[in-house]
C-alpha cells in the first residue's frame, strides 16, 4: 500500500521567511515517482514537480527547491524568500505500483504568507 | 496551448437528483483520471481512462458512480441519486502517454467541479 503524510497542517511566516514543507511516503516498489502540487485558494491544482525513484539529485527551481532522500522515505519543499503569492496548500503525491496510474496525495499543507 | 476543463464550476442539486460534470482533457493527451476532493483533505483517485478503455476504479466508485470517455477525448462523470455525502470538489486531470521522462505521465489537473448536495 502507498502512504504520504505530511505531518504540518498550517504553517504560517512573515514575507520574506524560508519554510520547508515536510512530505515522508511509504511505498514497497522500488520505482516510484514523487510529486508536489500547488493548489492556490482559485481551487486548480498546479503541477511544480516530478522525482523518479533513480534521481536523488536536489533540484533548485528559482525560489524553489527539493530534498529527496530515500534514506529517510522523505521529499521536502523549501520556499526561499517566501512571498504573498506563495500563500495555498501544498500537496505531496506518490505515483508507484506497475500497472496502476493513481496519485496518492498526502493531506496537504496550508502555507500563509504574511506581508 | 489549452488546460485541462471542465464544465460545470459549480453545481448545487437536491438530495436524490442526477448529476452529470464533463471533462475535457489536454487535446494531445490520451490518459484522463478523476479524483475527489473534500474540505481539508487531499484529491483521493477515483478512476483512469486510457484513450476510451476504463482501466483502473477505486473502491470510493460506488454503483451510483459512471464514468465514460466514448471517443477517447472528452470525458463525463455521472452521479446518480445523489446524497449529501457526495458533495465535493471533483477534480479531472490528463496526461500524455509519450514524450520526454519529465513530462511523461505528469497529471495536469483542472479546476474542478464543486458539487453541492442539498
Known amino acids: 500500500a502507498q502512504k504520504v503524510t505530511q505531518a504540518q497542517t498550517e504553517i504560517s511566516v512573515v514575507e520574506k521567511e524560508d519554510v520547508t514543507l515536510d512530505c515522508v511516503y511509504e511505498t514497497r516498489d522500488t520505482t516510484y515517482y514523487l510529486f508536489w502540487y500547488k493548489q492556490p485558494p482559485s481551487g486548480e491544482l498546479v503541477f511544480l514537480i516530478r522525482?523518479?525513484?533513480?534521481?536523488?539529485q536536489n533540484e533548485i527551481s528559482g525560489r524553489y527547491s527539493w530534498n529527496f532522500q530515500k534514506s529517510t522515505s522523505s521529499f521536502n519543499f523549501t520556499i526561499t524568500a517566501s512571498q504573498v503569492v506563495d500563500s495555498a496548500v501544498y500537496f505531496c503525491a506518490l505515483h508507484s505500483g506497475a500497472g496502476s496510474y493513481q496519485l496518492t496525495f498526502g493531506k496537504g499543507t496550508k502555507l500563509s504568507v504574511i506581508p | 496551448d489549452t488546460g485541462v476543463s471542465q464544465n460545470p464550476r459549480h453545481k448545487i442539486t437536491k438530495r436524490g437528483q442526477n448529476v452529470t460534470f464533463r471533462c475535457d482533457p489536454i487535446s494531445e493527451h490520451n490518459r484522463l483520471y478523476w479524483y475527489r476532493q473534500t474540505l481539508g483533505q487531499g484529491p483521493e483517485f477515483l478512476t483512469y481512462f486510457q484513450n476510451e478503455a476504463q482501466l483502473e476504479k477505486s473502491r470510493l466508485l460506488s454503483d451510483r458512480f459512471s464514468a465514460e470517455r466514448p471517443k477517447g477525448s472528452f470525458s463525463t462523470l455521472e452521479i446518480q441519486r445523489t446524497e449529501q455525502g457526495d458533495s465535493a470538489m471533483y477534480l479531472c486531470a490528463s496526461s500524455a502517454r509519450t514524450g520526454t521522462s519529465g513530462v511523461r505521465d505528469t497529471q495536469y489537473f483542472g479546476p474542478g467541479t464543486r458539487l453541492t448536495v442539498l
Open positions: 522525482r523518479n525513484s533513480f534521481d536523488e
